[in-house]
């Protein structure tokens, strides 16, 4: 049993180090998720900023019909002007050659407005697409990083599982099953030492006797109060 104790230890070792692997990774594939969802924010504010060019410039566009239509009613009616005979249907064609006016004046005016909000506009998704050019390499650069590390714990990770696979063999189904039991229920941590009186994994205070079972070590001894199985480090 003594060599299953130590293999026992060496799993949880190998076994902690590979969370701890595992735990990097996630963290670093978290990063890489959060420099992506930057970058679609970013687009997505383009493409919005894009929409609303192209929704003024039909508004634009509708203003500027109106314009070209007010501006063939004034020249019908200023050809109308030649064929009147009485005054007062002078005054008719007159008023509606100046309420023309009028309205072309203010079209003019939205046109205007509209022509300089869509330069603002353009200037914005200019400096907003330097934004992201800039953006975008940084990420590239970062994401980079983040692949040569998570490569680089994978390699580790490997090293590790395959350190496990023979440290497994070596151990009998029924203790595996203990552990991997444990491991589920303890956070990951199944074997733990005993020192100084104490279990190391809850602090608390081992029965003498039991303390004693384990200087002996020929058996599987867990502790009574969080059930993780205890070994004793001897030498060194
Ligand atoms: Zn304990």
Same mark, same amino acid.
Not at 35 to 52: C, G, N, Q, V, Y
Not at 71 to 89: D, F
């Given at each position: 049993?003594?060599?299953?104790?130590?293999?026992? &230890?060496?799993?949880?070792?190998?076994? *902690?180090?590979?969370?701890?692997?595992?735990?990097?990774?996630?963290?670093?594939?978290?990063? +890489?998720?959060?420099? /992506?969802?930057?970058?679609? /924010?970013?687009?997505?504010?383009?493409? %919005?900023?894009?929409?609303? !060019?192209?929704?003024?410039?039909?508004?634009?566009?509708?203003?500027? %019909?109106?314009?070209? $239509?007010?501006?063939?009613?004034?020249?019908?009616?200023?050809?109308?002007?030649?064929?009147?005979? @009485?005054?007062?249907? &002078?005054?008719?064609? $007159?008023?509606?050659?100046?309420?023309?006016?009028?309205?072309?004046?203010?079209?003019?005016?939205?046109?205007? @407005?509209? =022509?300089?909000?869509?330069?603002?506009?353009?200037?914005?998704?200019?400096?907003?697409? !330097?934004?992201?050019?800039?953006?975008?390499?940084?990420?590239?650069?970062?994401?980079?990083?983040?692949?040569?590390?998570?490569?680089?714990?994978? %390699?580790?990770?490997?090293?590790? +599982?395959? !350190?496990?696979?023979? @440290?497994?063999?070596? *151990?009998?189904?029924?203790?595996?099953?203990?552990?991997?039991?444990?491991?589920?229920?303890?956070?990951?941590?199944?074997?733990?030492? !005993?020192?100084?009186?104490?279990?190391?994994?809850?602090?608390?205070?081992?029965?003498?006797?039991? &303390?004693?079972?384990?200087?002996?070590?020929?058996?599987? =001894? @867990?502790?009574?109060?969080?059930?993780?199985?205890? =070994?004793?480090? *001897?030498?060194?």
């Amino acid at each position: 049993m003594r060599n299953n104790l130590k293999a026992l &230890y060496e799993l949880q070792e190998i076994d *902690l180090r590979i969370d701890g692997l595992d735990g990097e990774k996630g963290q670093l594939l978290g990063e +890489a998720q959060a420099l /992506e969802a930057r970058l679609i /924010e970013a687009r997505e504010k383009i493409a %919005a900023r894009r929409e609303e !060019a192209a929704a003024l410039e039909a508004e634009k566009g509708t203003l500027e %019909a109106n314009l070209a $239509s007010e501006n063939e009613n004034i020249t019908r009616s200023e050809s109308h002007l030649k064929e009147i005979k @009485t005054q007062k249907e &002078y005054q008719a064609v $007159s008023k509606e050659i100046s309420g023309a006016k009028k309205l072309i004046a203010e079209l003019e005016d939205q046109i205007l @407005t509209k =022509i300089n909000a869509l330069e603002e506009l353009s200037g914005d998704v200019a400096q907003k697409e !330097a934004d992201l050019a800039q953006l975008e390499q940084n990420v590239a650069e970062q994401q980079g990083e983040v692949q040569r590390r998570v490569q680089s714990l994978e %390699a580790g990770i490997a090293t590790d +599982a395959a !350190a496990r696979e023979l @440290t497994v063999k070596g *151990l009998p189904a029924s203790v595996m099953k203990r552990y991997d039991r444990l491991r589920d229920q303890r956070k990951g941590v199944a074997v733990v030492e !005993a020192k100084e009186g104490n279990c190391m994994g809850c602090n608390m205070h081992l029965p003498p006797q039991l &303390y004693n079972m384990l200087f002996r070590a020929d058996d599987v =001894i @867990t502790c009574p109060h969080c059930q993780r199985i205890l =070994i004793m480090k *001897l030498e060194g």
